[in-house]
């Protein structure tokens, strides 16, 4: 904006007193502080080992390395899993946490055993451990992805089934799990205690804690009764972006030689630090009018972290505009977690096909299985326009079925190693937002030359079988096809053919059919698909049970506002979809690992963490829910069969549905080659041993490589480029990739549904608990499907307080009498309690509350 001259050089900044993210020494900091050395500032952090150190010492049991995770809300604690699957490593403090950030992997040096944290004995100290800032796995995710354009989302197998550890809802922090397992009984209060008492209100005191050890010394403990602790001394690789959204302010000293050099960045995100950003860089008359910024939102990149300083270096990327608005928002979450959303470049341009419209020469023809005869159709969400696959089903004369699953050929489009596989590998997969889509590919495949669009003759990749009425493989062939779908039908079409098979559909009701094919013919095949399909679930033994139906939204076409939101059911349509895109993955996964066992690229799901899994079984032995954790199968169905039929039993699902994902471990992609073990390989909630992504490669990245492994196991094209360790490399980059966009998803969501509650609310809604803490709980909002923490101290409670039932947490409100003659009303608040709340916004931009109705007195 003005000269570079006057841009900060980070070694001349001092370190101001104060503000919220000073590296102010928490216990744990104060012991790690360097000692300073003569003639040179004192240091805050310490410097870091160099890389060549840390293997060394990792032999020695003293270095370890992971992920960093820091609690959205308490940003001095951060953790990293322990490579044994015990208890999370604690890292105490700003200071300990040594300049990484939330998602860099990092190596940590444990401190001696005096320094560790002592805890209660059956871990229910819920500052203790982290398991994820969420832990609710994609396919519960109660703010979630708009069923027009997230067709992807709304119908991924994995969405369904794969729990998912991530960055997730702040609403639900990392001590949710422990409080809601604790075992020690505290009972709490508020500043209301002397009130509570003066109108005769006992219930509310504090008592002793008397089920910890009395010890101080953590020497004298036995480990069960302590975490590790640690600082972090290397960060081996960044995974956070450095980018950060947020506002400028004025530095508080005006009379600092600083105050004429620099601004400070405020992220949103506590968990980055603070940043001196250059006046240079700043709007010209920020200095001389700060209140017209005050709620304009910047981007910011952390550009350096000085040892000596508590705060960092950034530049300031842009100005987004106001706080609060869609756009302005939306780019803030993309450029935060790394999306590309910029154009495509004319070099992966050019790798498209020139001369439009592009026809199949005759050439490819003739290396192609022809199905363009056959009645073939797409099923899905109406608005969408990248459709990669489609379904067939064919009966044969001795009364079996030829059953297929045609998925858009893209690696046709996009060849290894030229400049748009470039662009595709590094964004990995498509991004779903409630407004639009960042897609993976150019709009030229996406939408038309790979998509598979009605009465367009398309390249495919397909795979077939011969199964029986019941869903017996009796024979399966994988090709390289060219088909001609016949109808594109949405999730309702196929659903109403479900619902009412012998309806004779008039075309007014569907959309064009092909006139090569009757809406009788490809209604039967539609039957016939569903009738299959649900004896292929049936043997799987698992039915989508861990899942949140999603939130939808509709938006104003105009203004591009949310105008009303509702829950995405998910129904026979979907499954039926689901269940042939599944078995497709698993026989692609089982090919390519026949024929490359070194290069596969396959997807794994490791079974639940043992520790949390048996807290989780304890705790509904207590409350005498009656639950076989031996399988995943077996858990959907103790699942299906412990709520019975009223119109709360899918919410009392949803609930413990949501209780079961904590324990639940991430779906990775992974090169066979690098997994000794195949035992590793195992697909925990699917139940299979061999897993992969073939069925979606117009949005994920993983299944172009698998498209490739699968055209040369077939000897249709030569051996894949890569190499195991360049697989494993792009498998890490995948998993990365899509953790950020499920989180940019989720984020949208929440901005939507935050817009919302500001246009539309107050809204009230009945909601039913889903876990206890000592001083707040949480709900699932059942009108919207969104959760959310309820604070006692924002309620006008005489008091309250918490207790164990055996280790069923149970919290008890005292109500103000809203007349002076009346009693104080007592609530029980406890897991299922059903409450009524209303939502409102905070006016804040994006912050929006859930507060309890008062209870009626009758």
């Known amino acids: 904006m003005n000269n570079s001259d006057s841009r900060i050089n980070p070694r001349q900044l001092g370190t101001p007193r104060g503000g919220p993210y000073a590296a102010v020494p928490t216990s744990g900091d104060r012991k790690n502080l360097n000692k300073p050395t003569r003639g040179r500032k004192k240091s805050i952090f310490e410097a870091y080992i160099s890389s060549q150190k840390s293997p060394q010492k990792k032999k020695r049991r003293v270095m370890v390395q992971g992920p960093l995770r820091i609690n959205p809300k308490k940003y001095h604690e951060a953790f990293i899993p322990s490579p044994d699957g015990t208890r999370d490593i604690f890292i105490d403090g700003v200071v300990a946490r040594n300049r990484a950030l939330n998602g860099d992997i990092v190596v940590v040096k444990l401190l001696p055993k005096e320094q560790w944290k002592v805890i209660k004995p059956d871990g229910s100290d819920k500052e203790t451990e982290a398991t994820h800032e969420s832990d609710v796995p994609e396919d519960m995710l109660g703010t979630c992805v708009p069923q027009e354009l997230a067709k992807g989302d709304a119908r991924s197998p994995d969405v369904i089934i794969e729990a998912q550890f991530d960055d997730n809802d702040a609403e639900h922090g990392q001590d949710h799990l422990q409080d809601m397992l604790a075992g020690d009984i505290k009972k709490l209060s508020l500043d209301t205690v ?113 040892e000596d300083s508590n705060f960092a270096t950034g530049q300031l990327a842009k100005s987004l505009g106001q706080a609060g608005e869609i756009e302005p928002e939306t780019e803030g979450i993309l450029t935060e977690y790394g999306v590309d959303f910029s154009d495509f470049s004319p070099e992966a341009l050019e790798c498209l096909p020139q001369s439009l419209p592009w026809v199949i020469s005759p050439a490819e023809m003739a290396k192609r299985r022809d199905l363009r005869k056959e009645c073939i159709f797409t099923i899905d969400p109406s608005t969408a326009k990248d459709l990669d696959d489609a379904l067939s089903c064919k009966q044969l004369p001795d009364g079996n079925f030829e059953v297929g699953v045609h998925i858009a050929d893209v690696s046709y489009f996009v060849l290894e190693e030229t400049a748009l596989d470039k662009v595709a590998s590094e964004r990995a997969t498509s991004v779903y937002l409630v407004q639009k889509v960042i897609p993976m590919l150019p709009k030229l495949l996406c939408e038309e030359l790979c998509s598979l669009n009605p009465m367009r003759d398309r390249l495919t990749f397909s795979v077939m079988w011969k199964v029986t009425p019941e869903g017996k493989i009796l024979d399966e062939w994988f090709g390289r096809t060219v088909i001609c779908s016949c109808v594109k039908l949405s999730y309702d079409h196929a659903q109403s053919m479900i619902e009412s098979p012998g309806k004779v559909f008039s075309p007014e009701e569907l959309p064009p059919v092909s006139p090569q094919h009757s809406i009788a013919e490809i209604q039967q095949a539609v039957l016939n698909l569903h009738r299959i399909a649900q004896h292929l679930r049936k043997q799987r033994f698992i039915d989508g049970a861990l899942r949140l139906d999603q939130l939808s939204f509709t938006l104003d076409q105009e203004s591009g506002m949310p105008q009303g939101c509702y829950i995405y059911q998910y129904r026979d349509s979907n499954k039926l979809v689901e269940e042939f895109m599944l078995l497709a993955n698993m026989a692609v996964a089982h090919q390519i690992y026949r024929s490359f066992p070194e290069q596969a690229l396959l997807r794994r799901h490791p079974p639940p963490q043992t520790k949390l899994l048996k807290d989780l079984m304890e705790f509904c032995n207590q409350v005498g829910l009656d639950i076989d954790f031996s399988s995943a199968g077996t858990l959907h169905k103790s699942l299906n069969e412990t709520f019975g039929a009223d119109k709360y039993s899918e919410a009392r699902k949803e609930v413990l549905t949501n209780m079961f994902a904590r324990p639940m471990q991430m779906a990775l992609y992974f090169c066979t080659g690098v997994l000794e073990d195949e035992t590793l390989f195992r697909h925990y909630a699917l139940n299979v041993p061999f897993y992969t992504h073939f069925t979606s490669p117009i949005r994920r990245y993983a299944d172009v490589i698998v498209h490739r492994l699968l055209s040369a196991s077939l000897g249709a094209s030569s051996p894949i480029k890569m190499e195991k360790e360049a697989i494993q490399r792009q498998a ?100 299922f309690t059903l409450v009524e709340v209303v939502l409102t916004s905070d006016g804040v931009p994006l912050k929006y509350s859930a507060l309890l109705k008062r209870p009626s007195s009758e």
């Not at 004298?220 to 640690?230: E, G, H, I, S, W």
């Not at 050099?261 to 008359?285: G, N, Q, T, W």
């Not at 940019?744 to 009230?764: H, K």
Request: overall charge positive.
């Open 194 to 306: 002397e009130k509570a008492k003066a109108v005769g209100v006992g219930a509310v005191h504090r008592t002793k804690q008397d089920d910890g050890p009395k010890v101080n010394d953590p020497r004298l403990l036995p480990d069960k009764f302590l975490q590790r602790t640690a600082k972090v001394v290397y960060i081996l690789e960044k995974k956070h972006s450095r980018a950060a959204t947020g506002f400028i302010k004025l530095l508080a000293d005006k009379n600092s030689e600083l105050f004429r050099r620099c601004a400070m960045f405020s992220p949103v995100d506590h968990r980055v630090p603070r940043a001196y950003v250059s006046l240079a860089d700043c709007p010209p008359d920020f200095v001389t009018r700060p209140e017209d910024y005050s709620n304009m939102l910047f981007i910011c990149r952390i550009v350096d972290w000085k």
């Open 732 to 831: 890490d980059h995948c998993n990365d990739r899509k953790m950020a966009s499920k989180r940019v998803q989720e984020l949208s969501a929440d901005l939507f549904f935050a817009i919302f509650v500001r246009e539309c609310g107050p809204l009230e809604s009945e909601a039913m608990v889903m876990g206890v803490l000592n001083e707040a709980f949480d709900v699932l909002v059942l009108k919207f499907g969104v959760q959310k923490r309820i604070y006692c101290n924002a309620l006008p409670l005489l008091g309250f307080h918490f207790q164990k039932v055996g280790r069923k947490p149970e919290l008890t409100l005292m109500w103000e009498p809203e007349k002076p003659e009346q009693e104080s009303l007592p609530q029980v608040i406890t897991i």
